[in-house]
C-alpha cells in the first residue's frame, strides 16, 4: 500500500486491517444450487454440507441491497455481465457489515454461461462510507484458490492480507499474520535471502522465482510471487515431503511410483538430440499424460512438447544439464491427446558413489489451476471487467513508461474521453442499458485507434486513448491526435442500438501532447482532464488541446476542414485554366486548377485547402470531379477542329492516386467523354515515389497502356531520385516556379533549370517551365531547349467562360498567344 499523508495513515492502516476475506460463491444454473465456501457457509450459520438456495443467501443482505444483488447475479448468469459492488450484510452474530461482492459469469467447456461465480470481501464494519475502498489490498487469489497457501504483501513487505491456509502454515494458527512482514516467519540464512528478493522484486516491479525456504516452523516452504497492486501477491507451498522424497528417490523406486507429482527418469546422455532416453515413469505420470508406461519407455521426454512449449525454458534446460547441474522451471507440456498442461518441473542429476552421472530425475508438480488463477487475478488486476478495456492502474503503467521520468525520447499523446449527458441515460433508462452503451463505446473506440495505441477507462463514462508515436506511424502527436480525435467524435456520435432504443450521444475530448517538455505523469493526466473540461465548456461534442498555441492551430484546422466540407457541399468550388503555350506561342493546351472563393476568407489559396481535402480525404471526390470535367471539355473540344488539338493537364494528388478505385476511376471518364486518351494529362507529384515505388511504377504503367500522358510536377523540389527516374513510364517533367522565378539572378536557380532540361534531352522527355512572368525568363528558357511555358506572361488562369473568349480572341479562334507586357505580369 502507498504512504499516506500523516493525518490519515493510521485510519487507513486499520482499514486494511480490518479487510476480511469472508469467501467464495458459485451458482450452476444447471444444478439449481448455490455452492459456497466453508467461510461463507459460517458466515450464514449454515450446517456443514448445507447446500442453500439464492434465496436463503439474499436474506442475509440490507433490505436496501436485496434488489442489487438478485439483479447483478441475474445479469451476470443470464447476459454475462461482471459486476462489482459494495453492499450490507448480516452476519450470524447480528453484525451489520460493509463488504465487497464480485461476480463473473462461470462458462463450460465450450464457452457457454452455465452461472456464476465470486467472492465476498469484508471491506468495514458498519458506518463505513462507500467508494474509500483500497480494492487492491485483497487479489482474487484467495478466492480463487487452489488450496494453497495465499498472502497479498504491501510494498514495504508487510502482510495485508492471509487466507486460512497461509494462517495455518506459517503460524500454525495460532497468531494474526497481518501487518507482520512476511520474511518474520523464516529462519535466520531464510529470512535474509527471502527479504533480499522480495524487496528487489517489490522496486522492480517484477515476480520471483521459485525459492524453497526453512521456515520457523521446520517446513519447507516454497514461496512464489508475481506483482499485485503496489505490493506482492505470494503463494506458499509446504514442500517438506517432497524435499525428503527426492532424497530417497534412486533408493526408494516404489515409493516414487506412489508420489502424486509426476516422476519421469532417463538415462544419463547429452541433452542433445536425440537426447537422454526415458527409462522409468511414475503413476502419476501415466494419470496426467494419458501415456502408458510402455509406450513412452525409451523414448525422448520430446514428444510431451508442443508449439506452446516455451523455447527459453528449455534453453535453460538444456544449458543446465549441459554443466550437470540442477535446474527448475515452469514448462507447458502436452498430453497425449493433446491439451497443454502446466507443470513446474525440477530437473536434478543422480550421481553413484564414484561421482559419475549415471541418470537425470524430473519432478513434476501439476500447476495448471495455479496458472490459470494467475491469469484471473492478473486481468482482474489490470482489465475492467465491463468493457474488458486496460484499467487506470494498467494505463499509468504505460503512460509512466511512454512519458515518465524513465522514458528516452518518446512522444505522444493523451486524450480524455468524456459522454456526453450520460447520467441522463443512466437515470431514465436504468444502469443496464448505460452498461451496455459503455461496451459499445469501448468497442468504437478501439477502432479508431492504430495497432499499439491503448484505449483504458477510468470507471463511469471516462475513457483515455494514448498515442505513441512509432516507426510505423510516423504521423507528429499532434497531428495524430488531430486525425484520432476527429474520428473518435464521429464514431462516438453515430446512433447506439440499445435493447427497445436508439440512444444519440457525444463526448468531449481533452488533449495533451508529452514528449517536448519534462512533465510528469500526474501533471499529464491533469492537462488532459483540464482540457476535457474545456472542450464541456465549449458545448460539448468537441475536441480541445491544453497547450493553447496547439489548440489554435487545431481549432483553425479543423474550420478550415468544415468550411471546405460546406463548400463541396455547396458547390463553391471552381475550376479555372491556365494555357500552356509552345515555342511559337500557340496553345499546346491548358492545366485545370482548383480555386476557392470563401464568402468570408476571400480568396482560399490551393496551398492552403488542399492539404486539409488530403487529410480528411475530401480529396478523392474532389479530384475526381475536376477529372470529369476535364474530360467533359476535351471533348467539347474534340467537336471544333481549331481546338481538337488542345490536352487538358489535371493535379493528381498522393491520396488519389493510392487509391484503389483510382485507375477504373480514370477509365471510366475517358470511356463515358470518348475523349482521345492522350488529350489527358495527369501530373504526378514527386512524394508518390517517397515509398512503394513498385506499386506506383505499377499503375503509372497501367495509365500509359491506356493512353494517357504523364507529367512530374515541381520536378526538382521533393523526393526523386536518378536511379528512381528512368523506371518512371512518364512523358514530361516540369520545373518547378521556384527555379523560374530567379533564373536571371540567381546561378544555383539557372544550374538546376539548365540541368533539368538537358536531363529530358538524353531520356528523350518533354520539359514544360511553369509560372513564366518575363520574356527574359521565357527567352533565357528558349535558349537552354525548354520550348513550352506557362505562367503570366502569356494568360493568368481563368474561368471556362473567360478562358473561351481569351481563345475566341485569338488568330483561328485559337491559335497564337502573343505574351502580355511583363509590367501586368506578377
Not at 500523516?6 to 455452492?35: C, I, K, P, T, Y
Not at 454440507?49 to 447483478?72: C, M, N, R, S
Not at 510505423?472 to 502527436?477: A, G, N, T, V, Y
Not at 494568360?795 to 497564337?816: H, N
Amino acid at each position: 500500500m502507498d504512504p499516506v499523508n500523516a493525518h490519515n495513515a493510521g485510519n487507513l492502516l486499520q482499514l486494511v486491517e480490518r479487510s476480511a476475506f469472508l469467501g467464495f460463491w458459485r451458482m450452476d444454473v444447471r444444478q439449481g444450487q448455490l455452492h459456497w465456501s466453508e467461510q461463507l457457509a459460517r458466515l450464514h450459520g449454515a450446517p456443514p454440507g448445507y447446500t442453500p438456495t439464492f434465496e436463503h443467501a439474499l436474506d442475509h443482505y440490507a433490505e436496501e441491497h436485496k434488489a442489487e444483488v438478485q439483479a447483478k447475479v441475474r445479469a451476470c448468469q443470464e447476459q454475462g455481465t461482471p459486476f462489482d459492488i459494495e453492499v450490507q450484510l448480516h452476519s450470524l452474530q447480528g453484525r451489520r457489515i460493509w463488504a465487497r461482492l464480485v461476480g463473473q459469469p462461470l462458462r463450460d467447456a465450450s464457452g457457454e454461461i452455465v452461472g456464476a461465480e465470486g467472492l465476498v470481501q469484508e471491506i468495514a464494519p458498519a458506518g463505513y462510507a462507500p467508494g474509500t475502498l483500497l480494492r487492491h489490498t485483497v487479489s482474487m487469489g484467495g478466492a480463487l484458490g487452489s488450496g494453497e497457501a495465499f498472502v497479498t504483501v504491501d510494498r514495504y513487505g508487510r502482510i495485508s492480507y492471509a487466507n486460512e491456509q497461509a494462517e495455518q502454515l506459517l503460524a500454525g494458527g495460532g497468531e494474526a499474520l497481518v501487518g507482520r512482514k512476511i520474511w518474520s516467519f523464516f529462519q535466520k540464512r531464510a529470512r535474509l535471502k527471502l527479504e533480499e528478493r522480495l524487496v528487489h522484486a517489490l522496486e522492480k516491479r517484477e515476480g520471483i522465482e521459485l525459492e524453497e525456504m526453512d521456515a520457523q516452523v521446520s517446513h519447507w516452504l516454497e514461496v512464489r510471487g508475481f506483482p499485485f497492486g503496489a505490493g506482492l501477491a505470494l503463494h506458499l507451498r509446504d514442500v517438506s515431503a517432497r524435499r525428503r522424497a527426492q532424497q530417497h528417490l534412486m533408493l526408494l523406486e516404489g515409493s516414487i511410483a506412489r508420489l502424486n507429482d509426476i516422476v519421469i527418469i532417463t538415462e544419463a546422455a547429452p541433452f542433445r538430440a536425440p537426447g537422454p532416453r526415458i527409462v522409468f515413469v511414475n503413476e502419476a505420470f501415466e494419470r496426467r499424460t494419458g501415456y502408458t508406461r510402455q509406450e513412452v519407455i525409451g523414448q525422448s521426454p520430446r514428444f510431451l512438447q508442443g508449439a506452446d512449449t516455451q523455447r527459453a525454458q528449455l534453453d535453460r534446460i538444456r544449458a543446465a544439464l549441459e554443466q550437470w547441474e540442477r535446474v527448475r522451471v515452469d514448462l507447458i507440456n502436452y498430453t497425449k491427446a493433446g491439451e497443454p498442461y502446466w507443470v513446474d518441473l525440477d530437473v536434478s542429476p543422480v550421481w553413484d558413489d564414484s561421482r559419475r552421472l549415471t541418470h537425470w530425475v524430473a519432478v513434476g508438480r501439476d500447476i495448471t489451476e495455479r496458472k490459470r488463477d494467475e491469469e484471473k487475478i492478473q486481468y482482474l488486476a489490470f482489465y475492467d471487467p465491463l468493457t474488458q478495456l486496460p484499467n487506470r492502474q494498467m494505463l499509468l503503467d504505460r503512460l509512466n513508461e511512454a512519458a515518465g521520468e524513465n522514458a528516452h525520447g518518446r512522444d505522444g499523446a493523451l486524450m480524455f474521453i468524456d459522454l456526453d449527458n450520460f447520467k441522463v441515460l443512466n437515470d431514465t433508462l436504468g444502469h443496464q442499458k448505460g452498461d451496455l452503451l459503455l461496451q459499445q463505446v469501448a468497442r468504437r473506440l478501439r477502432n479508431c485507434v492504430a495497432k499499439g495505441d491503448l484505449v483504458a477507462r477510468l470507471g463511469g463514462d471516462e475513457f483515455v486513448v494514448l498515442l505513441e508515436n512509432t516507426p510505423e506511424k510516423p504521423l507528429d502527436p499532434l497531428t495524430a491526435a488531430q486525425v484520432v480525435s476527429q474520428r473518435i467524435l464521429t464514431a462516438l456520435g453515430e446512433p447506439y442500438v440499445l435493447p427497445g432504443y436508439l440512444h444519440h450521444s457525444t463526448c468531449s475530448i481533452g488533449v495533451t501532447l508529452f514528449g517536448r517538455l519534462p512533465s510528469s505523469v500526474n501533471e499529464l493526466l491533469k492537462q488532459a482532464d483540464l482540457a476535457m473540461y474545456q472542450a464541456k465548456a465549449a458545448g460539448r461534442n468537441a475536441v480541445r488541446f491544453f497547450d493553447p498555441e496547439m489548440q489554435a492551430v487545431a481549432t483553425a484546422n479543423a474550420a478550415l476542414a468544415s468550411d471546405l466540407r460546406q463548400a463541396w457541399r455547396d458547390n463553391h468550388l471552381k475550376i479555372e485554366y491556365q494555357p500552356q503555350v509552345g515555342m511559337d506561342g500557340g496553345m499546346t493546351g491548358v492545366e485545370a486548377l482548383l480555386r476557392w472563393e470563401h464568402p468570408v476568407r476571400g480568396t482560399v489559396q490551393p496551398d492552403e485547402f488542399i492539404p486539409t481535402a488530403e487529410e480528411t480525404s475530401l480529396i478523392i471526390p474532389i479530384g475526381h470531379w475536376v477529372l470529369e470535367a476535364a474530360c467533359a471539355q476535351l471533348a467539347a473540344w474534340a467537336k471544333r477542329p481549331d481546338r481538337a488539338h488542345l490536352s487538358i493537364a489535371v493535379n493528381v494528388s498522393v491520396r488519389q492516386f493510392r487509391h484503389p478505385d483510382f485507375i477504373d476511376d480514370v477509365m471510366s471518364c475517358i470511356r463515358r467523354s470518348g475523349i482521345p486518351p492522350d488529350r489527358l494529362k495527369l501530373e504526378l507529384t514527386e512524394s508518390l515515389l517517397a515509398s512503394n515505388i513498385d506499386a506506383a511504377v505499377a499503375k503509372m504503367r497501367n495509365l500509359k497502356d491506356m493512353g494517357v500522358r504523364l507529367s512530374v510536377d515541381d520536378f526538382g523540389i521533393g523526393y526523386s531520385s536518378l536511379s528512381y527516374l528512368k523506371r518512371l513510364p512518364i512523358d514530361e517533367l516540369k520545373i518547378d516556379r521556384g527555379f523560374v522565378k530567379d533564373i536571371l539572378t540567381d546561378t544555383n536557380d539557372a544550374a538546376i533549370a539548365a540541368t533539368i532540361i538537358g536531363l529530358c534531352r538524353s531520356l528523350g522527355l518533354e520539359v514544360i517551365a511553369e509560372g513564366v512572368e518575363t520574356d527574359e525568363q521565357r527567352a533565357y528558357l528558349a535558349r537552354q531547349g525548354c520550348h513550352r511555358y506557362q505562367g503570366y506572361l502569356f494568360c493568368r488562369p481563368l474561368p471556362l467562360e473567360q478562358l473561351e473568349a481569351f481563345m475566341q480572341r485569338l488568330p483561328g479562334g485559337g491559335g497564337t498567344v502573343t505574351p502580355e507586357p511583363s509590367s501586368v505580369a506578377s
